[in-house]
């Protein structure tokens, strides 16, 4: 059976067989934050140079400007695009000197080539792969955090793009940028590429754009990118673009309040928040969207935001107009507009202080019990792992003692692990998170402060010790079965813990894409999954059914994007049926297949197709809906909004097609034609 290696035992300082000891009398992981200054000077290798996707946007970036010098496939010295290969990343580093490394391997592999770069000290790492496991992107931050010469951005992120500089890291579409004064910095790819292009719609154009990526633990954060922004040259206005997941937009809010108190003439931020309308307790699409026990949500953030003096919109498409009026009521001018620098807006902006606000869900009463990944086990093979791994005193709950709440989990702005109790166990108000190494795990931990906090008595060494059994056996569970949320209720009962209640949710990435944990995923209940999502998954889509009375559904490219869709329809007045990604790069077939989906539901009386057109294709995207109505007899209206890359040759399509279809390339105005449809009988 595989077990992963308990990393608290290993001597302190080395991470596998590598040291970076040689860090050691450096400042931080901090003082990386300048190397996210990229431009037509940064030199750019690239990691798994050879493959397909690397080969593609390295063209494509060469193109355009980017500085590329040459890249890394193990094994192999050659030429490539014109360019060198080498076996190594430290022989790259010697012979191309590069900035900065775009890691283009397989999830797989992908914290191995992360490892190489820092070790080899490149100053800056982007990594654009999807479901890397969470317990292989801790072992990455704690490496990390030793060093004060690299800087990560990712996983799962676009990458980071100097639109002035001609420097693209990273995959995002190039045709929406031009070169300006907007800095950018946003957790979802499609939300950004529309704020792009809609800045690039009102004349401003780019300067510095950071994809942080909706990763659980990203490289780099929004405050963090929020610093490199305030102090860049190139940059007079800050577009942000946030979601649900962490608290990294209250962080960001409370730089921005301190900004615009110490600074006479602060650049102007407008944000938004995508999340609003989230399905309690699931995983919207990136793997950090879900808001976990004691995190804020949508809702709270856009409030912090907006205390601090940050004016909030809530669809991308209107970043343009509003970063415009901010600068020119400052008075900012801009010495070249290109001739697409009139909007094509129609209506006229509505930030979010004029915009209804829906109601957060309310919260459950069995606070340990909120949050579901994927992959979650029942209660008794839960306790079974606990008895497992620590001979622990696991039962049902007799009504007899206080129940409090004691899990491990992951402390998302230290980027570790961390211990969560709470006295309580109704209310998330009294959850205290107590973070600890990854490295060195739990054992360092003051208990004692635990157990105060969880109001367990202190008198005698009994019930502390029985405590820290339970953490430890908590923690050899976390780290075997890499673990992403542990939750337990325990009482105290006679001077010992009691586990009364149970619920374990793990990396579903560490078999998918490493084939780690086999036996864990065999203990999974297949059956127990909604089948339409099962369905939906074998494709790559993430298809979630709303609750209530929705009747709009929805099909949309991109996490960020389909989240903000649910919410956006949902202030419009529209009712939401389900939120449905099809992935960054939807095909014709996937949008079949998302159709099939979405007409399962009875309830929904009109589609929404909502498409913007980065690495997706507006034609294709034209292409699959027409399949869809031919092969499925479609009886229902169907709503489609094309916008961004081949958005005129799509909506030709769709105009031409002859079928009964709506199409549109303003946002509101197709929101509305789907709501009026939804509502007719």
């Given amino acids: 059976m595989h077990r992963v290696a308990r990393p608290w035992l290993a001597r302190p300082g080395r991470v596998g067989s590598r040291t970076f ?23 750019v290798i690239f990691q798994g140079f ?114 002035v500089g001609k420097c693209r890291i990273g995959f995002q579409p190039l045709p929406c940028f031009s070169p300006g004064r907007v800095g950018i910095v946003a957790k979802s790819g499609t939300l950004s590429y529309e704020t792009v292009a809609s800045t690039t719609r009102a004349g401003l154009g780019q300067s510095l754009c950071i994809g942080v990526g909706g990763d659980i633990l990203p490289g780099t954060d929004l405050r963090e990118a929020l610093q490199v922004l305030e102090t860049d040259p190139d940059t007079d206005a800050i577009a942000l673009v946030g979601e649900i997941g962490g608290t990294g937009e209250l962080d960001a809010a409370a730089w921005i309040k301190d900004y615009y108190s110490r600074t006479d003439s602060p650049k102007p931020i407008v944000g938004l928040i995508a999340g609003r309308c989230e399905a309690p307790g699931r995983i919207m699409g990136h793997a950090g969207a879900f808001t976990a026990i004691g995190e804020p949500d949508a809702s709270a953030k856009i409030a912090a935001l907006e205390d601090a003096g940050v004016v909030m919109v809530n669809h991308p498409s209107r970043f343009g107009d509003v970063l415009k009026k901010k600068l020119e009521a400052k008075g900012a001018g801009f010495a070249h507009k290109s001739a697409s620098s009139r909007s094509t807006h129609r209506r006229e902006f509505h930030t979010m202080r004029h915009r209804p606000r829906v109601e957060a869900p309310t919260p459950s009463s069995h606070v340990a019990m909120q949050q579901k990944r994927d992959f979650h086990l029942p209660e008794d093979q839960c306790m079974n792992l606990l008895r497992e791994a620590g001979r622990i005193n696991c039962g049902s709950y007799s009504g007899h003692g206080e129940r409090r709440l004691l899990g491990i989990g992951i402390d998302r702005p230290t980027r570790s692990p961390c211990i969560i109790a709470s006295p309580d166990t109704t209310s998330e108000s009294t959850i205290k ?30 019930p502390v010790e029985s405590l820290r059994a339970v953490i430890r056996s908590l923690a050899k569970v976390f780290y075997e079965r890499e673990a992403y949320l542990l939750t337990t209720h325990i009482v105290e009962r006679l001077g010992a813990i009691k586990v009364v209640g149970a619920d374990f949710g793990f990396d579903d990435a560490a078999f998918k894409s490493a084939g780690r944990q086999p036996e864990l995923q065999a203990l999974r209940d297949v059956a127990a999954q909604d089948e339409a999502e099962r369905e939906a998954a074998k494709s790559g889509i ?61 309830r929904v009386k009109v589609v929404f197709v909502n498409i913007f057109g ?54 509101d105005e197709a929101a509305a034609k789907a709501i009026e449809l939804s509502r007719r009988t």
């Fill in 542 to 602: 993430v298809y979630i059914k709303l609750e209530g009375e929705g009747t709009i559904g929805t099909l949309v490219n991109g996490a960020g994007l389909a989240m903000n869709t649910v919410d956006a329809l949902t202030d419009a007045g529209g009712s939401v049926a389900n939120f449905l990604d099809t992935g960054g790069k939807a095909t014709s077939v996937t949008v079949k297949e998302s159709f099939e989906l979405i007409l399962r539901d009875p």
């Fill in 50 to 163: 050879t493959g397909k996707q690397a080969t593609a946007d390295a063209k494509d970036s060469i193109e355009w400007g980017t500085k590329i010098v040459g890249g890394v496939t193990p094994g192999r010295t050659e030429e490539h695009l014109g360019l060198p290969v080498l076996p190594t990343v430290r022989q790259a580093v010697e012979e191309l000197k590069p900035d900065a490394t775009a890691i283009y391997v397989s999830a797989r592999h992908a914290a191995s080539a992360i490892e190489e770069a820092i070790a080899a000290e490149i100053p800056l790492i982007v990594a654009v792969a999807e479901h890397i496991p969470l317990h292989d992107i801790l072992r990455i931050h704690s490496i990390l955090k030793t060093q004060s010469k690299s800087r990560l951005v990712g996983a799962n992120a676009p990458g980071i793009i100097s639109a």
């Fill in 433 to 462: 998170r107590f973070p600890f190494d990854f490295q060195r795990g739990p054992d360092d931990l003051a208990v004692e402060r635990i157990a105060n906090h969880l109001h367990i008595s202190t008198k005698g060494n009994a």
């Fill in 21 to 43: 000891s040689s860090t050691s009398t450096r400042h931080g992981y901090a003082d990386t934050l300048p190397n996210l200054r990229i431009g037509s000077h940064t030199r």
């Fill in 614 to 667: 980065g690495l997706t294709l507006g034609d294709m995207i034209a292409r699959g809906v027409i399949l869809a109505f031919q092969e499925l007899a479609l009886t229902i209206p169907v709503v489609v909004r094309i916008r961004g890359t081949n958005e005129k040759e799509g909506q030709k399509l769709i105009a031409d097609s002859g079928l009964p279809l709506f199409a549109f390339d303003d946002f």
